[in-house]
């Protein structure tokens, strides 16, 4: 039955046309049906074609990533809920095998992207196994629990000094970095300085107890700060108990760039009133697939509206499309490190289509030379979402990542690296999420990219080196904000109703509506009259 509204106009439209060609030409209705004309169905292996990752085939570790069909998402619903229903479902057949097979077992399960990590009795891979999983409806792939490169920086370390960065004589000032993207500005004209906005890092972890740093938690005075705090094993277990620590610095160093407060008498953070939350995934020796997942899900599942991940691998990995992807899809604003390999290069996630990614500039606005950026190609994906354009460049945007200060454990320091570029645009994200809360994701990456600059000389389009810019909180922000509501990430001229559908808000389409039906109506006439005169009738 067709809607009301618009919907029905066109409906309507389509019968009258059907109905008219149906019955001025004979056997057309039996034309449709015709068995001449109908293809059969092809013949289904009920048996997948499973793939399995190059990398199983030297495993030095007993976990094994299953891959599930993922789900098909609905617009209409809610995101979350529907990944997990699906995953549910269809995980229940592998896990059974699991119960019923020795020597394997669950270590976790996972919905934000459908897939089971399995831990083996030995780090070679059963051939049954795999034949096992071969034969279940919905596994899709295997690939081993890969482990994500450690955030090296492009330099040397600079010590912790436990002293505060001297604020002068004149009071509060801000880092450098802070002061170049003008959030000061936004800090005084919106009133804003992140609040009522969620921000989780996932990194080494934070020292939570330091003066420049407030993590958020739902029980003040329990040491496991529930609600902003949660460390995973290799596996993606959570670790119960686990109270906050830093495995090394960076952690810390980039958790003071988001929201770090000025206890020291200098603006640490860019959005230092938005509630903080970490997540460690990886220690400096590096962290595993799991792990990340297990973080984004966590942040998901905390009402996180950012994500900042300032770590990845040098090249193309598809297992990260599905939970990036439906980490958008859930309205989270997904910021990610480019990389610390130079031009031509990329890290994953933040080559993902569809993330912010973000390369590092010197305080005088250059490209630091160990920033990453390339030109991605869509057939180097082995599969990818509709939608994705057939070339791509990364970064999004470039921010400081040259000397940023921060905190650390035991102080405060120095570091360069796209890591550091990275929460400066997320700390941006929260300021204009605190300034336009209705925002969406995509309206939000548009302000950051539509009001990027670059120094005077450089391309005008996205490139491999600055991409679009370098952000501008203030430009950003008057961008987004004076925006009418229509323009926020969706066209002006479509409204979506609540059973789904598209509908034309324009009259205009009406008009062209009534001309195609004044069109089809002359053809009609036109075949009744050669009909007609076939048959001899006047």
């Known amino acids: ?93 592998v896990l059974e095998y699991v119960a019923e097979t020795p020597g394997v077992d669950v270590a ?15 780090d070679a891979i059963d051939e049954d196994v795999l034949a096992a999983l071969e034969r279940i409806d919905d596994v899709e792939a295997v690939h081993e629990n890969f482990e994500l490169s450690a955030p090296n920086p492009p330099g040397p370390r600079t010590p912790a000094d436990p002293s505060p960065p001297d604020g002068g004589d004149e009071g509060p000032q801000t880092t450098a970095g802070i002061e170049y993207v003008n959030v000061p500005s936004v800090w005084e004209r919106y009133d804003t300085r992140g609040d009522g906005v969620r921000v989780a890092v996932l990194d080494t972890g934070i020292e939570a107890d330091h003066p420049d740093l407030e993590l958020y938690t ?14 995973f094993d290799e596996t993606g277990e ?32 860019v959005a230092p009133e938005a509630k903080l939350l970490h997540g460690l995934v990886l220690d400096d020796d590096g962290g ?11 942040a998901l599942e905390s009402d996180a509206d950012v994500i900042n991940l300032s770590l990845g691998s040098p090249g193309i990995y598809d297992q990260f499309i599905d939970p990036i992807y ?63 354009p057939e070339t791509y460049t990364v970064p999004t945007v470039v921010a400081p990542g040259v000397g940023v200060t921060s905190t650390v454990p035991g102080g405060y320091a120095d570091k360069p690296g796209t890591s550091m570029a990275t929460p400066h645009v997320a700390g941006i994200a929260a300021l204009l999420l605190s300034a336009d809360p209705d925002a969406s994701p995509e309206a939000l990456s548009t302000a950051l990219t ?10 005008l389009e996205q490139d491999t080196r600055y991409g679009y810019g370098i952000v501008d909180a203030e430009a950003a922000a008057d961008e987004l904000v004076d925006r009418e ?46 009909v007609r005169l076939r048959s001899g009738r006047p």
Not at 108 to 113: A, G, H, I, L, Y
Not at 117 to 122: D, H, K, M, Q, R
Not at 238 to 252: A, C, F, I, K, Q
Request: aromatic share 4%; charged share 20%.
């Open 1 to 93: 039955m067709c809607a009301r509204g618009p919907t029905a106009r066109r409906c309507f439209v389509l019968v009258v046309c059907l109905l008219l060609v149906t019955a001025s030409v004979p056997g057309a209705a039996m034309a449709v049906g015709s068995d001449s004309h109908v293809a059969e169905p092809a013949a289904v292996d009920v048996q997948n074609a499973l793939e399995v990752d190059d990398g199983l085939a030297e495993l030095d570790s007993s976990e094994l990533v299953v891959r599930l069909e993922e789900a098909p998402l609905d617009d209409a619903g809610d995101t979350e809920r529907q990944l997990e229903r699906h995953a549910d479902r269809t995980q229940e057949p």
């Open 108 to 122: 976790e399960e996972f919905w934000v992207t459908n897939a089971i990590v399995l831990e083996l009795e030995t």
């Open 218 to 231: 739902d029980t003040p005075g329990d040491p496991t700060y529930p609600g902003g705090w949660a460390e």
């Open 238 to 269: 959570r670790v119960t108990g686990s109270t906050p620590y830093d495995t090394g610095r960076h952690g810390t160093h980039v958790s003071g760039t988001v929201a770090g407060g000025a206890a020291s008498g200098t603006a640490i953070g």
């Open 288 to 298: 595993t697939f799991a792990q990340l997942v297990a973080g984004i899900e966590w």
């Open 326 to 388: 439906h980490a958008a899809e859930s309205d989270v604003v997904v910021v990610t490190a480019i990389g610390n390999q130079g031009a031509d290069t990329s890290n994953a996630p933040g080559n993902v289509y569809g993330t912010i990614s973000v390369g590092a500039v010197t305080d005088d606005g250059a490209v630091a030379s160990f920033s990453g950026g390339d030109r991605i190609n869509r057939s180097d994906w082995k599969s990818v979402p509709e939608g994705w």
């Open 450 to 459: 539509e009001t990027a600059w670059k120094p005077d000389g450089e391309s």
């Open 485 to 530: 509501p229509g323009e926020r990430g969706e066209s002006p001229a479509v409204e979506t109703e609540a059973n789904g559908d598209l509908t034309p808000t324009d009259d205009h389409d009406w008009l062209v509506a009534v001309g195609l039906l004044i069109g089809t109506l002359a053809v009609v006439a036109a075949i009744v009259t050669v």
